[in-house]
């Protein structure tokens, strides 16, 4: 409860007035008098009530458990302030509680620890913003962090945070790794060369001390500068560089510091930093310094304008942001970037000193595992990291247990309620994630205590911990840290060189007990007197990762050699693959021997090429991919059959052969004699048969010629009807050898309410060994596709939507569910017992793992009636649910109907407005799509090919082959590349246009070809807006719905600003208007451009069948199917009719013929031209 200035000087100044403007003699000085009295009577008056009545007598909060050894003025404050921030609510946290403490602050302000899972949801997710930072919090660290992400509020981190996101994206930190590693190589080049000068001196006793915090702030500030803001201030080598100094001096804690900060807690921020101390002015000219060094940047990028791979250009390629703004953005990652992964490093050293064991078996790993910083040749990936089982460990229990920022704050900005308990405005909420991660109610009895291994074995993703809300390091929701994958990525590459290379030790005894460590205060926790430790170079780190035969990546991959790896074939079957083209890499190293057993168990041999025309080099392609995704060198060599003669072979990424000793150690490559599928034939027997264990389960699935299958997999247990689907944690072996039954349907006898199951594509599987020494695979990105059919029908299973070629061309993995529909699925109750939206359960239910997925990284492909993201970040998937209750409001998710793209406009949006056409059920409820009939223009050219319902899905998966349909001219083969690897492209990065350098590797030249003919797909300019049109000849062109929009008289962006409670036009209008509900989705478009304001950062698209499978990119762009399909169908406008005669003369007006509808008995929808690859 801050000091009430306003209201206070308002009330003395009012007070003043009337006792004095009529008093004979009236003076200044009587005034000021008066005016000075009453404002200390009235402070003194307000003092009292909120130091003392209030919090101990009159708060609601007072009965919430808390100490009771409070100071009577001050509460729990004297032991706050003689502590190390969050130090005091650890034991704070020790009192029996239900997930909120009340305890009290200087001056008795009322304080709420919160820690129970539930209540941090609230917090952090459900109600996040109803909680703020403090005014004063925002101030002072304002003023060097800058007004950015980390402080921004409202509306205006909505903003900021949507337009950053891409800087943070997974696709984007892992291109920064060989940038984390070169530093880290040049901090250990540069503290080898300090250690080894010590240790030369005359006066050397053999040991080198080393302040080990001082160096993690240089690393770490060059890191923030390259992969930042693409500028190396060269700390590493320069101690006394400027801002190495700028940052020690504001983030050194002194006493004034602290006099400032409880300033802060009475008196307004400007008037704080106004106060004549010196620390004010540290602050000031610090804060000058790097708000000039990041506008110097800023401007240097703007100049060069060169696109790197750092945030900074990232961020000025979005043009969401003013040089004000990017300025703000550079000082908060300058500070929090660097702060806080150095603090997190300074306290990874002090745990390892303290746990030699633990220190010595990473080392073991990294030396294994990755090349020496020495060897300047060489650099590392994001899964050359990402694949240490201990070293990822060892980073999550460091963050866990000293979490870098121990403490933080937020106060309610209006009456709310948390857990149930009502929370006044003004309420500081104290967060603390030291507490949190090491609270044995969900840690378990060894929550204080450091052990990686809780992190290791399956099912450890979580630590062991009861709920992800256990683990507080990053926060949760919309106001998590943005930056968390970048700073792990730092500080797995920095702790990997500094552990492979340095022995550490602790050089005050003392702190080898941990109670005795002096931990300073304020916004991040380091050793209050730094951390001195005694450092020694360990000799014997071998220099290329090739010496190092234990290294272990994924299990299997299916390499198919020819560069179309989807099942298209000419009618001439030249695209068939013959004996010889694939093969499956065993990615172990072992020795040859070894080699033939390992292909024994997958009912194989050595890859030989026989009856391949093009031989060893047959494979050549995709071991190039191999190298292109830097899996392994560009000399690597891989184990095959010894040929004619009993020597043993190895074939080289390039397809050359090689003799090779019997016993080297090498990844193996094993022939492939699974076939190719088809709709009619899925050998599932049990030479193709896999077992991968996940958690506790062993699912067993099968291969084909392209990829690995696991069908029928159960997400969620058996559901009562009308009760919301549950997570299932499956465990013991499970068959996914055959797709689960569809979800109970009219005309499918073989439905049945058991049916919550999803089917997975995957080109490469972990290794699948449970141990708890484990490598974590490189993951790939997820497609999960939902299926169409109104909500009232469809399958995961429809042979059409088989994912098994986009999985194996586009190298992703691939995941199809089923969910109930129809009045199992989307009945809605009013007895206030029923939620509602049962379906929308099941698709939140569905959890995609089978250890190789990037659930980083995931994208909704959904069928008509279903909502679209254009990539879903999974903290924000809470949002969905309150308390158990999945949300249902127009705000989060729109219901569509109908079958036609354009009509999937929410059905109860037109109830309410009384102007729904006169039979809805009449089109809304149809089965069968043939009833439908075509409406053509008049006088217009007709289509090149009949275009019918869902018949894009063939061309969008590439199933024309799996289905038995050939290629009718020569161009369909190619055309079905090209829009496969488009939507590919954007699974993977988010960005429709394929790298050419990906193509190139892949062998995709057809694809490659026709990109470079037809340009880039840009995107979209609001001022001159332009869409791909997708045929054989593809290009870009403006869009095509502005005539017929002024004919209607609407805008383009009409159906994105209506709400139900806005359809107050006319019914001949809106007769018109259900036809149109998406011409204005063009303005949603992916990969970096504005939404329209009022949809936030929600993507909503109702369109029919796979149109928004294309990921509503398509969709939203604009897909001209043109004159390659033949069976696909799809209009931009739709108007649902009814079986009455209708006046169609305002469709006359437009030009349309309707002399060949009379008499029908239903009127047909209104279809036109095709423009959306449906």
């Not at 820690?115 to 002072?140: G, M, Q």
């Not at 302040?211 to 993690?216: D, M, N, T």
């Not at 240490?388 to 121990?406: D, F, G, I, K, T």
């Not at 082959?961 to 009718?968: N, Q």
Request: with cysteine; charged share 20%.
């Amino acid at each position: 409860m801050g000091l009430p200035w306003r209201p206070i000087s308002w009330a003395s100044l009012v007070i003043a007035v009337s006792v004095t403007y009529r008093q004979p003699g009236f003076s200044r000085q009587l005034f000021l008098g008066a005016f000075a009295s009453s404002w200390l009577l009235s402070f003194l008056g307000w003092a009292v009530w909120a130091i003392f009545l209030w919090p101990k007598l009159f708060s609601s909060l007072r009965s919430l458990p808390g100490p009771n050894d409070n100071h009577w003025l001050m509460g729990q404050f004297p032991k706050i302030g003689a502590e190390a921030t969050g130090l005091p609510m650890m034991e704070v946290n020790t009192i029996p509680h239900d997930g909120i403490i009340r305890y009290l602050g200087f001056l008795n302000q009322e304080r709420l620890l919160i820690s129970s899972p539930k209540a941090l949801s609230e917090v952090l997710v459900t109600r996040n913003y109803d909680f703020e930072k403090p005014n004063s919090i925002r101030w002072s660290l304002g003023r060097i962090l800058g007004v950015g992400v980390l402080l921004a509020e409202g509306d205006e981190h909505r903003f900021q945070r949507k337009n950053l996101m891409p800087a943070f994206a997974f696709r984007h930190v892992k291109d920064l790794y060989p940038v984390f590693w070169n530093k880290a190589r040049e901090g250990v080049a540069a503290l080898s060369e300090h250690v080894s000068k010590a240790a030369a001196a005359p006066d050397s006793t053999g040991s080198t001390v080393v302040e080990i915090s001082g160096w993690a702030s240089r690393v770490t500030l060059d890191i923030i500068g390259v992969a930042g803001l693409g500028r190396d201030f060269g700390a590493v080598r320069d101690p006394n560089n400027p801002l190495t100094k700028t940052y020690e001096s504001v983030f050194k804690p002194n006493k004034q510091a602290q006099i400032l900060a409880i300033l802060g807690l009475l008196l307004p921020g400007p008037i704080v930093s106004a106060l004549p101390l010196k620390r004010n002015g540290d602050i000031a000219e610090a804060s000058s310094v790097i708000r000039a060094t990041c506008r110097e940047l800023i401007q240097e990028k703007k100049a060069n304008k060169t696109r790197g791979i750092d945030i900074l250009s990232v961020a000025l390629e979005s043009g969401a942001f003013t040089d004000d703004n990017l300025v703000d953005q550079m000082m908060t990652f300058l500070a929090a970037g660097h702060e806080t992964t150095a603090s997190a490093m300074t306290w990874a050293i002090y745990l390892l000193c303290l746990h030699p064991d633990v220190q010595s078996r990473l080392r073991d790993e990294v030396r294994r595992n990755l090349p020496s910083p020495n060897d300047a040749g060489t650099s590392v990936s994001a899964p050359d990291i990402d694949r240490l089982p201990y070293l990822s460990a060892v980073c999550a229990e460091v963050l866990r247990y000293y979490a870098p920022v121990p403490m933080t704050l937020r106060e309610a900005v209006r009456d709310t309620t948390v857990d149930g308990v009502h929370v006044p405005r003004g309420t500081r909420i104290v967060l603390c994630p030291w507490s949190v991660n090491k609270d044995a109610s969900l840690w378990g009895p060894d929550a204080s205590s450091f052990r990686p291994e809780r992190w290791l074995g399956a099912g450890s993703g979580s630590g062991g911990a009861s709920s992800n809300f256990a683990y507080m390091t990053f926060l949760h929701g919309p106001r998590s840290c943005i930056g968390q994958g970048f700073a792990k990525a730092e500080f797995a590459c920095i702790l990997a060189g500094w552990i492979g290379r340095f022995e550490f030790g602790l050089a005050n005894r003392d702190e080898y007990d941990e109670k005795k460590m002096e931990i300073k205060g304020g916004v991040t926790a380091r050793p209050a007197k730094g951390l001195r430790v005694h450092t020694r170079v360990v000799p014997g780190w071998l220099r290329s990762l090739a010496q190092h035969p234990s290294k272990i990546s994924r299990e299997c991959l299916v390499l198919p050699s020819f560069p179309f790896r989807a099942s298209f074939v000419r009618e001439g079957g030249g695209d068939e693959p013959s004996s010889g083209s694939g093969a499956v890499l065993i990615d172990r190293v072992q020795d040859q021997a070894s080699a033939l057993k390992a292909c024994g168990q997958l009912s194989e041999a050595l890859w030989s090429g026989e009856g391949e025309e093009l031989s060893f080099a047959s494979l050549k392609t995709s071991l190039t991919y191999e190298v292109y995704q830097k899996n392994y060198p560009s000399n690597a060599k891989f184990w095959i059959a010894s040929g004619d003669g009993c020597k043993c072979r190895a074939i080289g990424t390039d397809g050359s052969l090689h003799r090779q000793k019997c016993s080297d150690r090498l990844p193996v490559l094993c022939s492939q004699s699974a076939p190719v599928s088809s709709a009619t034939a899925d050998v599932t027997s049990s030479s193709f048969q896999v077992t991968q264990k996940v958690g506790d389960a062993q699912f067993t699935g099968y291969r084909d010629f392209y990829t690995w299958k696991f069908r029928g997999v159960r997400y969620a247990p058996t559901a009562q009807r009308f009760d919301y689907s549950t997570t299932l944690r499956p465990k013991g072996s499970i068959s996914a050898l055959t797709a689960g039954a569809d979800c109970l349907q009219h005309n499918a006898p073989e439905s049945s309410d058991d049916c919550l199951f999803l089917n997975i594509w995957t080109t490469s599987l972990p290794a699948s060994t449970g141990g708890r020494t484990q490598a974590k695979p490189a993951l790939k990105p997820v497609l999960v596709y939902i299926h169409g059919g109104g909500y009232v029908e469809g399958s995961g299973k429809n042979g059409n939507l088989d994912l098994t070629n986009i999985a194996s061309r586009g190298d992703i993995v691939a995941v199809s569910i089923n969910y109930r529909l129809g009045n199992t699925g989307m009945i809605a109750f009013n007895d206030g017992i029923h939620k509602g939206n049962i379906a929308l359960g099941d698709q939140i239910s569905a959890n995609v793992d089978l250890g190789e997925g990037e659930l980083d990284l995931f994208h909704l492909a959904l069928d008509e009636g279903n909502l679209v993201r254009e990539a879903v970040d999974l903290d924000d998937l809470a949002g969905l649910v309150d308390n158990g209750r999945h949300v249902n409001t127009n705000d989060v998710l729109g219901t569509g109907f109908g079958g036609e793209p354009d009509d999937g406009i929410s059905r109860q949006n037109f109830v309410a407005t009384g102007c729904m056409a006169r039979d809805p059920k009449g089109c809304a409820n149809v089965k069968d799509d043939l009833v439908l009939e075509q409406v053509l223009v008049l006088n217009n050219s007709v289509h090149e090919y009949f275009r019918c319902h869902g018949g894009s899905q063939l061309t969008m998966f590439g199933n024309y082959r799996r289905v038995g349909l050939g290629d009718r001219d020569g161009r369909d083969q190619d055309f079905s590349r090209l829009v496969l690897d488009y939507w590919a492209s954007f699974v993977r990065s988010g960005d429709p246009n394929p790298a050419e350098s990906f193509l190139a590797a892949r062998g995709y030249n057809s694809t490659l070809a026709e990109v470079k003919k037809s340009g880039e797909w840009k995107e979209v300019d609001p001022e001159a807006p332009e869409w791909m049109i997708l045929e054989a000849d593809s290009y870009m062109a403006p869009f095509g719905d502005a005539d017929k929009c002024a004919v209607l008289g609407q805008p383009l962006n009409y159906w994105e600003n209506t709400t139900p409670s806005q359809h107050d036009f006319d019914p001949d209008i809106c007769h018109r208007a259900v036809g149109l509900p998406h011409l204005v989705s063009r303005q949603l478009l992916p990969h970096g451009i504005k939404r329209h304001p009022s949809r936030n950062d929600l993507w909503c698209s109702t369109s029919c069948s796979v149109g928004v499978g294309l990921m509503g990119m398509f969709r939203t762009l604009g897909i001209h199917d043109a004159n390659v399909l033949p069976t696909t169908s799809y209009s931009e406008n739709t108007l649902c009719t009814t079986k009455q005669r209708r006046d169609f003369q305002w469709m006359e007006d437009l030009g349309y013929d309707q002399s060949h509808n009379q008499g029908v008995e239903r009127p047909p929808l209104l279809l036109q031209r095709v423009t959306f690859f449906q």
